[in-house]
């Protein structure tokens, strides 16, 4: 019986599905006629302004046309190739290595530095709760909880508090630098790659004015269309040196504003944490008397 249903059912949705179609095929017929009939009864005056309208549009730029852009990417990206190839594809590819290593390494440098962030002000409320209530102990502890230089420059302070206050403010201090060498990472690199980038471009201009004085060689004459192609060369490197060199720069710049912001934090926090010490130490000497 279940097989006798299903077949049933298949025949009957088979059937409704022709159905439907043939009268959709009726209907279009129809549906044309009415939109042709509709059109040749239009008037001529709205029709004028409708043309009128788009006219319009397309001469104020509210139009856009997706082939035209489409059409305008692909010829920015064959101009760009094309001068690639014309300063030499494999100089060009040596150059254009440089800000795909600096790029990295600022990518790195950015990444680590955010994540190096840390809210001082949280920081400093829940130590100095936690040596109110667990002592040393309990500050260690929301150390090891938080993230970030400044939680390891705390940690290691705290945990010199036995042999002094002194000791202390020093291990701070020291721990500082060890700090502020992990947030300068990499930024050799960084300033490699932007003196680098230039000065392969330059070296570019010189090979190029070569070739330009080589070709005059070979053809005995000095015209303007056999020096343009090594002139061409030592232009085009030298741009992309240039370019090169000016977008590890920006990048470069950011790196080191967010490592000033966070050795302002670290030594700030520093003081502070100093301070809560100090008033910790006074209390405890406080109770034993």
């Given at each position: 019986?279940?097989?006798?249903?299903a077949?049933?059912?298949?025949?009957?949705?088979?059937?409704f599905?022709s159905?439907?179609?043939m009268?959709?095929?009726?209907?279009?017929?129809?549906?044309?006629t009415?939109?042709?009939?509709?059109?040749e009864?239009?008037p001529?005056?709205?029709?004028?302004?409708?043309d009128?309208?788009i006219?319009?549009?397309v001469?104020?730029?509210?139009?856009?046309n997706?082939?035209?852009?489409?059409?305008?990417?692909?010829?920015?990206?064959?101009t760009?190739?094309?001068k690639?190839i014309?300063?030499?594809?494999?100089?060009m590819a040596?150059?254009?290595?440089?800000?795909?290593l600096?790029?990295?390494?600022c990518?790195?440098r950015?990444i680590?530095?955010?994540?190096?962030?840390?809210n001082?002000?949280?920081?400093?409320?829940k130590?100095?709760?936690?040596?109110?209530?667990?002592?040393i102990?309990a500050a260690?502890?929301?150390c090891?909880?938080?993230?970030g230089?400044?939680?390891?420059?705390f940690?290691?302070?705290?945990?010199?508090?036995?042999?002094?206050?002194?000791v202390?403010e020093?291990?701070v201090?020291?721990y500082?630098?060890?700090?502020?060498?992990?947030?300068?990472?990499?930024?050799?690199?960084i300033?490699l790659?932007?003196?680098?980038a230039?000065?392969?471009?330059?070296?570019?201009?010189?090979?190029?004015?070569?070739?330009?004085?080589?070709?005059?060689?070979?053809?005995d004459?000095?015209?303007?269309?056999i020096?343009?192609?090594?002139?061409?060369?030592?232009l085009?490197?030298?741009?992309l040196g240039l370019?090169?060199a000016i977008?590890?720069?920006?990048f470069?710049?950011?790196?080191?504003?967010?490592?000033?912001g966070?050795?302002?934090e670290m030594?700030?926090s520093?003081?502070?944490?100093?301070?809560?010490v100090?008033?910790?130490?006074?209390?405890?000497?406080?109770?034993?008397?």
């Open positions: 019986m279940k097989k006798v249903f077949t049933l059912t298949v025949l009957a949705m088979l059937t599905g159905a439907a179609v009268a959709q095929d009726a209907a279009a017929p129809a549906e044309q009415a939109l042709e009939q509709v059109d009864n239009a001529a005056d709205a029709i004028e302004a409708e009128e309208a006219d319009s549009e001469e104020n730029g509210t139009v856009v997706d082939e035209d852009e489409a059409t305008g990417l692909a010829a920015v990206h064959k760009l190739k094309q690639f014309e300063g030499g594809a494999g100089f040596l150059t254009l290595v440089t800000l795909i600096g790029l990295a390494f990518i790195e950015i680590y530095l955010s994540l190096s962030k840390t001082t002000k949280v920081l400093l409320d130590i100095e709760a936690a040596l109110k209530t667990g002592g102990e260690l502890e929301v090891r909880n938080t993230r230089p400044v939680a390891a420059i940690y290691q302070g705290l945990s010199r508090y036995d042999e002094g206050i002194d202390v020093k291990t201090s020291s500082g630098g060890v700090q502020l060498g992990l947030l300068e990472k990499n930024l050799s690199w300033s790659f932007i003196s680098i230039p000065s392969l471009g330059f070296l570019g201009t010189i090979i190029g004015m070569i070739q330009a004085f080589d070709d005059i060689a070979a053809a004459d000095i015209s303007a269309k020096v343009a192609g090594g002139i061409k060369v030592a085009l490197t030298t741009l370019i090169i977008v590890l720069q920006l470069y710049n950011y790196i080191l504003s967010l490592i000033e966070l050795v302002n030594e700030d520093s003081i502070s944490l100093l301070d809560l100090v008033e910790y130490d006074a209390a405890q000497k406080k109770a034993k008397k």
